[in-house]
């Protein structure tokens, strides 16, 4: 993929022309292997301009590719990204699959070099780059197992078995970039200033969604993570709805209400929004009672907060409670018209659990540092089961517990976790932290975040997760 010499300013991009006017620019990085053809879809899409960048070694007629230098690389197609932009125009990134990751070092060359930062960057079906590249490992096999593998765990092509034009034209380009892979090192830097959105296909067995939600902790703006009815090669098989999903980003669409098969989740961590954790006065007459008899400090500030929060985000959906209690569904669960939510929270940690027309349930839990078996982090490079046996066990309990929660908020045995609205019922006893029970039809996913873990609730067996993380003061 690297070469040793920058191709020419119009040979990076092709025959793709300049961005429309109004339009930003997305320069767009494809998967391991893929070409400027991956984006040809997206020529027309409303609002997007994609500039994808045509790399070395890409022009399938030559079977020779340069071998990888990944911060080579990264800076060639920096440059060429400068000099397109010049300074003069909005830009955004998106990368799929490996190109996420390029994507990712460009962004972080640019900041180096002085360029304005990107209005997002974009990342499909990628694995957040502190996090090892499973995939990178099957470069050294030999041919036939090592199509074998691409076919079995990303979804690439089955011609590619049988069809030795198509494999002397694919497979130098796609081992090159498991090489660039294999020799790449992430090293710790200041998150990007940019918002970073996720795309993930629901059935990518190789990159889960909630394991993208790894990318949250690369930004210091806002994360989004989008779920497509799709797997790995989304932008093959779905790019009409993959290229919709990145022009309503960039164009700042604020979100509909969760479509039938889909929840959303937001996350806040109120210690970061001392606006909202101060809005007293948004609070209703019996919050503002219940946060008087608080003591002063930090629990008193996360109330605060947590109600405040979520009364925006219930305004968004055009269902605020305007100053009055916040509904409660007689089970416990609350509710606004034919919105159900769900509230978890862990010490300044705050999830928010939205679906349209069924019961949702949501729960949290975070290492409590000198509590017995609490000592283990919440996240890190070896991914959400990795580590020492006794981290192991840690993170199979905060699970565990997170799983039992949000199963009983949403079959309506938990209250509003913050004691308003109506009473709990009586917890089933066949549940309990270490074995909680799965009513039938019940589907509970797993959500690692830096720092807890969460578990969300419903009663489908396929369902797409939107997730956003709030930043301070996120109004209506």
Known sequence: MATSRTPAREGWFGAFPPPRSGDPALFCLPYAGGDATAFWSWRDA?????????????????????????????????????????????????????????GFEVARELRRAGVAPPLALFAGASHPPHLDEPVAALAGLDEDRFIGRLIARVGAPEALRDDPDLREMLLPAIRADLAWLQ?????????????????????????PPGLMLGWARHTS???????????????????????????????????????????????????????????????????????????????????????????????????????????????????????RFSVGHSGGILLVAVARGQAVGVGVERPRPGAP??????????????????????????RSRAAAEALRKAAGDGPDPDGSGAPPRTPRAAAGPERPERPLGWRVTHLPLDGATAAVAVRRERWRLRFETLVEDARP
């Open 46 to 102: 409303p609002g997007l301009s994609p500039q994808p960048l045509h790399l070395p070694g890409r022009d399938g007629l030559s079977a020779h590719v340069p071998p990888p230098d990944p911060r080579a690389v990264a800076r060639a197609v920096a440059r060429a990204v400068a000099e397109r932009v010049a300074g003069r125009r909005p830009y955004a990134i998106y990368g799929h699959s490996m190109g996420a990751r390029l």
């Open 183 to 207: 020799g790449y090192r992430y090293a710790e830097e200041e998150p990007l200033p940019s918002p970073v959105v996720a795309l993930a296909g629901e059935d990518d067995r190789e990159v």
């Open 221 to 339: 703006s806002r994360f989004l993570l989008r779920t497509l009815p799709a797997g790995h090669y989304f932008l093959n098989t779905h790019p009409d709805l993959a290229a919709a999903m990145v022009a309503a980003e960039l164009a700042g669409a604020p979100p509909g209400p969760p479509e039938a098969d889909e929840v959303h989740v937001w996350l806040a961590r109120l210690d970061a929004m001392p606006g909202a954790c101060a809005a007293v006065d948004e609070l209703s007459p019996g919050e503002a009672r219940r946060a008087a008899g608080l003591p002063p400090g930090t629990d008193r500030r996360r109330y605060v907060g947590r109600r405040v929060t979520l009364r925006r985000l219930l305004a968004r959906y055009g269902a605020d409670p305007a100053g009055g209690e916040i509904p409660v569904a007689p089970g416990g669960g609350p509710y606004a018209g034919d919105l």
């Open 373 to 398: 078996g609490q000592d283990a982090p919440g996240g890190g490079e070896r991914g959400p089961l990795g580590g020492a046996p006794g981290e192991t066990e840690t993170r199979l309990a905060l």
